[in-house]
């Protein structure tokens, strides 16, 4: 049990703002949860469900006394359970699935990934890597005793949960909104009193949005806010400095391994910046190639796979293609395949357009993530298919299963244009896409299936 012990100590000075207006120490909240005890043993996976902000948190810590794992994000359906597990939904303490014997090395927590294909994967976190990534994020932004945050995005997914806990370990006073309201977040922005904001670039552009014509600061404001879990275009950070008086501080992770860059400054748009202390730079030493980092302790890796060795040793493969300048900084230049993240899901477009080709009718087929017309922070998945038309609603509803949660836009073509090699012309689809999206909302199109 020394594990939640340290990791309690390490943030017990911190105090959670209640929806109550009151304040409480993360000290007492796990105090309080010693007489809140549950059927699960240690090692036993617990699914947080109907739960989010304070809940979700005490939540968390009544499981971690107990030993038990607590799993953030996720259904209980989820995942390659190991043999050696049971599982429970925190809401009924109803037991899903059981197990004969007791994991003996149990993570931390795990969460849900962004997805992928099928459904998300389930990536455990030690004690040791939620510590050091807590201690990452006071070193790079600055977080300080006294401070006042405000925690916009979900603390079910990792990069909310782990900045969380750097204010916490800094002693910083955290509101956490169980649940988005745009209006409250702009409110939240021209809080004088609102020294940190932690947001996802989604929600930055719904609170421009929101703040609509309300007057700006008149001089540029001190408050940090820091979007993670999805690009920054230059042109979200643009507006955003206009609507609320600041830049977006940017971050970068994965559910894995936490976050692993962060910078309290503007960068340019996919430019990382430097890694957080004690984050090594293993690839590309110059030039471009893979983002490979030693994050100098173990990476727990993903719930019921084996570890590789290199997770043993620290070392994560990103996947992504990155370059690095000649300050020593990192910009990042797409994915090393087909993977793409579309609003914070992975999503393997090679697989999509494998399972259209499939189909019958559909002669060649390609999935692409495309910048929304205005609102590039948002990325929308079309599935472009050498098809007759009218076939998309049927193609739709078959691709969507891979999909999972990201909607898909079908646009069907008598031939999809090609590069003098005989290769889909990716360029001239976006350049199609375009052209034809941006004539009417993109909600309306989803999964109906359009032709250019």
């Not at 049990?1 to 100590?9: E, K």
């Not at 304040?23 to 617990?46: F, L």
């Not at 931390?108 to 004690?127: M, N």
């Not at 977080?143 to 969380?164: E, L, N, Y």
């Amino acid at each position: 049990m020394s594990g939640p012990h340290q990791l309690v100590a390490a943030i017990a000075a911190g105090r959670l703002l209640l929806p109550s207006g009151d304040e409480t120490s993360i000290a007492k909240m796990w105090d309080d949860t010693a007489a809140d005890s549950g059927p699960w043993r240690p090692g036993d996976r617990v699914v947080i469900d109907q739960a989010g902000g304070a809940a979700l948190l005490g939540a968390t810590l009544a499981l971690w006394r107990s030993g038990a794992v607590p799993v953030l994000g996720a259904g209980a359906e989820v995942g390659d359970w190991p043999a050696d597990v049971a599982v429970w939904r925190w809401s009924d303490r109803a037991q899903l699935r059981r197990a004969s014997s007791v994991d003996p090395s149990p993570p931390a927590l795990i969460h849900a990934s962004s997805g992928s294909t099928g459904p998300p994967k389930l990536a455990r976190r030690s004690f040791e890597s939620l510590r050091v990534e807590a201690r990452r994020y006071v070193a790079c932004y600055g977080f300080a005793a006294g401070q006042r945050g405000c925690v916009a995005a979900p603390i079910d997914h990792s990069f909310a949960f782990g900045a969380m806990l750097g204010l916490l370990a800094a002693g910083a006073s955290v509101g956490l909104l169980p649940s988005l309201h745009p209006r409250a977040l702009a409110r939240a922005l021209r809080d004088d009193d609102t020294d940190i904001v932690i947001l996802t670039p989604a929600m930055a552009r719904l609170a421009i949005e929101a703040a609509g014509r309300a007057a700006a600061p008149a001089t540029p404001t001190s408050r940090l806010v820091i979007a993670g879990a999805g690009a920054v275009p230059d042109a979200l950070d643009a507006d955003f400095r206009s609507a609320f008086g600041c830049g977006l501080a940017r971050n970068y992770g994965c559910s894995e391994t936490g976050a692993t860059f962060g910078s309290r400054m503007s960068l340019p748009e996919f430019c990382l910046g430097f890694a957080f202390d004690g984050v090594t730079i293993v690839s590309p030493q110059s030039g471009t190639g893979e983002l490979v980092l030693d994050l100098g302790h173990a990476i727990a890796g993903i719930e019921g796979q084996p570890r590789a060795r290199e997770l043993r040793n620290g070392i994560w493969r990103s996947g992504d293609f990155a370059f690095r300048t000649t300050d020593g900084s990192v910009a990042l230049r797409g994915r090393i395949d087909d993977r793409v993240k579309i609003n914070g899901h992975l999503i393997d477009c090679g697989q999509l357009a494998a399972r259209a080709r499939t189909i019958a009718g559909v002669v060649d087929a390609v999935a692409l993530a495309q910048p929304r017309p205005g609102r590039a922070e948002i990325q929308d998945l079309i599935l472009f298919c050498e098809a007759a038309d009218g076939s998309g609603p049927q193609i739709a509803a078959a691709v969507a299963p891979i999909a999972g949660a990201v909607p898909v836009v079908v646009l069907t073509l008598p031939e999809l244009p090609r590069t003098p090699a005989g290769k889909p012309d990716h360029d001239g689809l976006r350049r199609l896409a375009r052209a034809r999206l941006g004539r009417r909302p993109i909600a309306a199109r989803r999964l109906q299936g359009q032709s250019p």
